[in-house]
């Protein structure tokens, strides 16, 4: 097991320099001055040069790539060239939003699709079946974006149950607060619990024809405690992949849901920042998202031995 862990902790570090590599490179290469957009068109080119020397815009591209690094190690990431303010602060506040929406709406999807993926493949090619892949077809294809405006339009508009948007902090209550992102949660978990309940049903129909669920049964076990105790353990190792991947894509991808309810998360921090030309903030956010995304893979990875030991045997 350690020799498993160790393998995985080198490919995590060495995936995250690389990250930081590539996030450092594409945004150096992007057009256009961030000390002249914050200064104005008509800066003179002397002040945009101070203010330039000011943010440390001017030092050469190695120099900065290895400040930017080692400020990272060490919590320090800088202060915003538009809001004035440390990095890590309008980070925090935003990802005190966004991780709570993001895990709401894996709960939501982790439910929804696990119960719909095993029961369409406990009844395969009869009518449960047929309708539980027909709903997740309509699934996959509604965007999120117009089924969060359906859920205003019917929770908030004509039943009153929920506000329209808006997020009024955690200060407010624990209570107020999830009810403030349970629409969005739902909207985000639509799309990402129909594709993950066809692969539930997929992987359980496999492991269903295997020679130890035929065995269980025909010693008494029930089809529900068969289902449950034996075969969706062993369907899990798919169904976690997919699942780390839309984890991975809802902390990523809530842009667009979080604009419909105007909720300050990071992704509606990241889109002003560009419009901005904060590079510093769009830097820090999204190497803060990838290193999220190969954290959840590193997790699977574990996921993958505690449930199957064949996992890690394999690798070593």
Same mark, same amino acid.
């Given at each position: 097991?350690?020799?498993?862990?160790?393998?995985?902790?080198?490919? =995590?570090?060495?995936?995250?320099?690389?990250a930081?590599?590539v996030?450092?490179?594409?945004?150096?290469i992007?057009p256009?001055n961030a000390a002249q957009?914050l200064?104005?068109?008509d800066?003179s080119?002397?002040?945009?040069?101070?203010?330039?020397?000011k943010?440390?815009?001017?030092?050469?591209?190695?120099?900065?790539?290895w400040n930017?690094?080692t400020?990272?190690?060490?919590?320090?990431l800088?202060t915003?060239?538009?809001y004035?303010t440390?990095?890590?602060?309008?980070?925090?506040e935003?990802?005190a939003?966004t991780?709570?929406?993001a895990?709401?709406?894996?709960a939501?999807?982790?439910?929804?699709?696990?119960?719909?993926?095993?029961? +369409?493949?406990?009844?395969?090619?009869k009518?449960?079946d047929?309708?539980?892949?027909g709903l997740?077809?309509?699934g996959?294809?509604i965007p999120n974006f117009?089924?969060a405006?359906l859920? /205003?339009?019917?929770?908030s508009?004509?039943?009153?149950?929920f506000?329209?948007g808006?997020?009024?902090g955690?200060?407010?209550?624990?209570?107020?607060?999830?009810?403030?992102l349970?629409?969005?949660?739902?909207?985000?978990a639509v799309?990402?619990s129909?594709?993950?309940?066809? /692969?539930?049903?997929?992987?359980? =129909?496999?492991?269903l024809?295997?020679?130890?669920?035929?065995?269980a049964r025909?010693?008494?076990?029930s089809?529900r405690?068969a289902?449950?105790?034996?075969?969706?353990r062993n369907?899990l190792i798919?169904v976690i992949?997919?699942?780390?991947?839309?984890?991975?894509?809802?902390? +990523?991808?809530?842009?667009?849901v979080e604009?419909?309810?105007?909720l300050?998360g990071?992704?509606?921090?990241i889109?002003q920042?560009?419009?901005?030309?904060? =590079? /510093?903030?769009?830097?820090n956010c999204?190497?803060?998202?990838?290193?999220?995304?190969?954290i959840?893979?590193?997790i699977?990875?574990i996921l993958?031995?505690? /449930?199957?030991?064949?996992v890690k045997?394999?690798?070593?």
């Amino acid at each position: 097991m350690s020799v498993f862990l160790f393998k995985r902790l080198i490919t =995590l570090i060495a995936t995250l320099i690389g990250a930081s590599v590539v996030v450092f490179l594409v945004l150096e290469i992007l057009p256009g001055n961030a000390a002249q957009i914050l200064m104005g068109p008509d800066a003179s080119p002397d002040a945009v040069q101070a203010l330039a020397v000011k943010l440390g815009i001017d030092r050469p591209p190695m120099e900065r790539y290895w400040n930017w690094v080692t400020g990272m190690l060490v919590g320090d990431l800088g202060t915003s060239y538009a809001y004035s303010t440390p990095v890590s602060e309008l980070v925090v506040e935003r990802l005190a939003l966004t991780v709570p929406l993001a895990l709401m709406a894996m709960a939501l999807t982790a439910v929804i699709a696990l119960a719909a993926g095993v029961y +369409a493949a406990s009844r395969h090619n009869k009518l449960g079946d047929v309708g539980v892949m027909g709903l997740s077809q309509i699934g996959i294809a509604i965007p999120n974006f117009w089924f969060a405006i359906l859920l /205003i339009l019917l929770f908030s508009v004509h039943l009153k149950w929920f506000s329209a948007g808006g997020f009024n902090g955690w200060s407010e209550g624990i209570w107020q607060g999830f009810k403030s992102l349970m629409l969005p949660a739902l909207s985000l978990a639509v799309v990402q619990s129909a594709i993950l309940a066809r /692969i539930t049903r997929s992987a359980v =129909l496999e492991v269903l024809r295997e020679d130890f669920v035929r065995t269980a049964r025909a010693k008494g076990v029930s089809q529900r405690a068969a289902l449950w105790g034996h075969v969706l353990r062993n369907a899990l190792i798919p169904v976690i992949t997919v699942m780390g991947l839309q984890f991975a894509e809802l902390l +990523a991808g809530t842009i667009v849901v979080e604009s419909v309810f105007y909720l300050p998360g990071l992704g509606r921090l990241i889109f002003q920042s560009i419009s901005n030309r904060d =590079l /510093i903030v769009v830097r820090n956010c999204v190497m803060l998202l990838a290193a999220m995304v190969v954290i959840v893979n590193f997790i699977v990875d574990i996921l993958y031995a505690v /449930i199957d030991p064949r996992v890690k045997a394999s690798d070593i």
